[in-house]
């Protein structure tokens, strides 16, 4: 991170004191922090934590005294992941057939017959695929945890002396590992859970994160919505403009889509909107450069005349 100066340092802390500090009433007499919702709270750590300002940060738990139920992730970061690689594996591959066909030379309609097909084809199989592989992962690890809830009923001072042994290797000394394990056991649920993170290194699913069939929706549609834009020139103007231009049209909308994409993702990184909409959109040419060669280089070799 870049170093900021005091003044700017100090302009923001302010900022972010007034944002947070500012008490309203809620109706019962009881003063709130403006901004005291979680979405609140992150968006204020985010900012501070990307700008390297610790006051900043300082200030935002100062003031609002945040509980340890804060998920410093958000809700809405648990779709992160489908909607990211959904978008932008829609765009990219529905762009590459757009790309090859028109590499190929062949007609508008091939564009809109295989662009159609491949969109439709691949997104069923992202979103189910989603869903099977979160499906199976969740099942598998509720099936360890069912052994090592198990192993700790039937014999639980074997498990606790592995968990000791697990913290000496990574530096304890064997009476604090002891006290530190021991205090653990407990609470047996927390105790197995972490057993799964440190024997196994397997993390149990929450009951507040999103079920492997909502993600598999959340895949299918982001693939759905991100991979239409680069049919949208050859569905909307296809009768007022030649091939060339639709292709281009296509190109300009795809490249919107990529950055639009990445700028979205750096909401939940450390990166600036624009360095992540340029790399996700450099990604996206590399792919397309190729496809577009590919179906010329086919061209070349295979008789397309009459597609």
């Known amino acids: 991170m870049e170093p900021q100066s005091e003044a700017a340092v100090a302009g923001r802390t302010e900022s972010f004191r007034a944002a947070v500090a500012v008490p309203e009433d809620d109706g019962a007499g009881v003063a709130v922090p403006q ?5 609140g709270r992150k968006d204020l750590a985010t900012s501070a934590f990307k700008n390297g ?13 945040i ?11 648990d779709y992160v992941k489908p ?16 790309a090859s066909v028109n590499g190929a030379n062949l007609g508008v309609e091939v564009v809109l017959i295989m662009g159609f097909a491949n969109l439709l084809a691949d997104g069923v199989s992202m979103g189910f695929g989603e869903f099977l592989s979160g499906d199976a992962e969740n099942k598998h690890i509720m099936q360890e945890r069912a052994r090592e809830q198990w192993e700790l009923e039937s014999f639980a001072e074997g498990e606790i002396e592995e968990m000791v042994e697990l913290y000496e290797e990574k530096g304890f000394a064997r009476e604090d590992a002891e006290v530190i394990i021991r205090t653990m056991a407990k609470n047996e649920k927390f105790f197995v859970d972490h057993m799964m993170v440190q024997e196994l290194g ?38 007022v403009a030649d091939k060339d231009t639709l292709f281009g049209l296509a190109c300009a909308f795809t490249a919107v889509a990529l950055f639009g994409l990445g700028a979205f993702s750096s909401k939940f990184n450390s990166g600036t909107w624009y360095t992540t909409g340029a790399w996700v ?18 061209a070349e070799i295979v008789e397309v005349e009459h597609c």
């Not at 300002?53 to 005294?65: M, W």
């Not at 959109?281 to 086919?298: K, R, S």
């Open 83 to 98: 909607i990211v690689f959904g978008g932008l594996d829609g765009i990219i591959t529905t762009f590459a057939v757009v």
């Open 281 to 298: 959109l450099a990604n996206g040419t590399t792919a397309a450069g190729v496809a577009y060669f590919i179906g010329w280089l086919m």
């Open 202 to 239: 397997m993390l149990v699913p929450s009951p507040d994160e999103p079920s492997p069939l909502a993600m598999g929706i959340v895949m299918f549609t982001a693939f759905m919505i991100f991979g239409i834009v680069p049919l949208l020139a050859y569905i909307c103007f296809s009768s």
């Open 53 to 65: 300002d610790v006051e900043a940060s300082r200030a935002v738990h100062d003031a609002l005294k």
């Open 35 to 39: 901004n005291s919702s979680r979405e």
């Open 67 to 77: 509980s340890s139920t804060e998920k410093h992730a958000g809700s809405d970061g």
